[in-house]
């Protein structure tokens, strides 16, 4: 899977806390794995909560939705790649989390953001500074 220029990986390990009685990972781990992989892109780029209050802005989750592919288990090594897919009134960030050693896609998603200013009112669109930011 090809991924945008502007996209930040960050590899991990299953940790047995993960894990069910199975070895498999819990599906709702996948969402903290893609939160560490947004987190990742975001201070890459400059993003991360003390820039955005300097900015003056803040961000809200409002969707995520995840595809589940391919179980990860305890031990496994895996990447987070995330990158930005659309920019407007929204700001939505594609995930692919990769299970290292059989080169396979464990699950993919996107989470939706929306921008508020400093007293969580919604902005009808996000500051092109963070559009120059996160795009690279």
């Known amino acids: 899977m090809k991924h945008p220029e502007h996209a930040v990986s960050i590899d991990l390990e299953v940790p047995f806390h993960d894990v069910d009685t199975l070895e498999i990972v819990w599906h709702g781990h996948y969402l903290k794995y ?7 892109l975001m201070r890459a780029r ?4 003390a820039d955005l209050r ?13 595809r589940h592919s391919y179980p990860l288990r ?8 995330t990158w930005c897919t659309r920019f407007d009134h929204r700001i939505n960030l594609a995930f692919a989390i990769r299970h290292l050693a059989a080169d396979r ?5 996107q989470v939706s953001l929306i921008v508020t ?16 930011r996160l795009l690279g």
């Not at 893609?34 to 990742?40: L, N, P, Y």
């Not at 900015?55 to 995520?64: E, F, K, N, S």
């Not at 200013?117 to 120059?132: C, G, H, N, T």
């Open 34 to 40: 893609a939160e560490i992989g947004r987190t990742a």
């Open 54 to 66: 300097a900015l003056g802005v803040g961000m809200v989750v409002v969707d995520v939705q995840v």
């Open 117 to 132: 200013d400093q007293d969580a009112r919604l902005m009808l669109e996000a500051p092109d500074e963070i559009r120059r």
């Open 105 to 109: 896609v464990a699950a993919r998603g």
């Open 46 to 49: 400059q993003l991360d909560m």
């Open 74 to 81: 305890y031990g496994d090594k895996f990447r987070v790649t």
